[in-house]
């Protein structure tokens, strides 16, 4: 899509007409119809007015239309030269994935399944980096995203409400934990961001291990 039919869609999925949008833009009267392209100054001063479009998503195509407060917040972002395929120092980043989904495995944090490590202020060296597959959690996390996850030991330190990754003999996913409402004691509740998915009852004694997901990459390439 051009920019002028992104910011289209999503005038839309507002529900504003492009009158309103001349006026708080300000945009001279008629504009929108008589160009037929947008320039990234012109979107860039839209999205100064309406500040729940995402830009990435405006001008490069990346992420969702709409910003997730909650990704933001979680979201670090790391030079490029962070990141080592050689060197062990740091957060560890595995070749594994957790699936945004309803599939999975147990995870195996072998010597062999290490990629590389991130060495960065911003990230606890204790954490492991994985990737994550599927579409359940958007807009919060999107399948390719590196998110930093870091292993529960006991139950002491859970809270929910949060971002997991959770493993059972059956799945490996992310997905947030919410209290159960019938059985909280025996149950949780594993929750998708994602509308299109369902709610999954999870009895808490099949949960194999835990890991809070702390961040979301950013990779920043340096030119």
């Given amino acids: 899509m051009t920019i002028k039919e992104k910011i289209q869609k999503y005038i839309d999925y507002k529900g504003i007409s492009v009158y309103r949008l001349e006026a708080e833009a300000g945009l001279s009267k008629g504009y929108w119809g008589k160009t037929k ?4 100054d012109i979107a860039m001063k839209i999205s100064r007015v ?29 030079s ?15 070749d594994i994935d957790a699936t945004c989904g309803l599939s999975g495995r147990d995870v195996d944090f072998t010597d062999e399944k290490v990629i590389g490590s ?3 202020p911003e990230i606890n060296p204790d954490s492991k980096i994985i990737f ?4 359940s959690m958007l807009p919060l ?5 590196r998110v930093v996850i870091r292993k529960i030991e006991s139950w002491d330190f859970f809270n929910y409400g949060q971002v997991y990754l959770i493993i059972t003999n059956e799945y490996r996913l992310i997905k947030r934990v919410r209290r159960h409402p019938k059985d909280s004691d025996n149950l ?7 509308p299109d998915y369902d709610d999954i009852d999870l009895p808490k004694r099949e949960i194999i291990h835990l890991f809070i997901v702390e961040n979301i990459l950013s990779i920043k390439n340096i030119l």
Avoid at 52 to 73: F, H, P, V, Y
Avoid at 132 to 135: E, F, I, L, M, S
Avoid at 141 to 145: E, F, M, R, T, V
Wanted: glycine residues 8%; without cysteine.
């Fill in 80 to 94: 490029e030269s962070a990141i080592s395929e050689t060197k062990r120092k740091g957060a560890l980043i595995y």
């Fill in 118 to 120: 991130i060495d960065a």
């Fill in 188 to 194: 949780i509740l594993l929750r998708s961001e994602n």
């Fill in 132 to 135: 994550a597959t599927g579409d």
């Fill in 37 to 40: 392209s947008i320039s990234a």
């Fill in 141 to 145: 996390i999107a399948s390719g995203d």
């Fill in 50 to 78: 309406y500040g729940d479009i995402s830009t990435e998503w405006l001008l490069r195509d990346k992420g969702e239309m709409i910003k997730n407060a909650e990704r933001e917040q979680k979201t670090i972002e790391i």
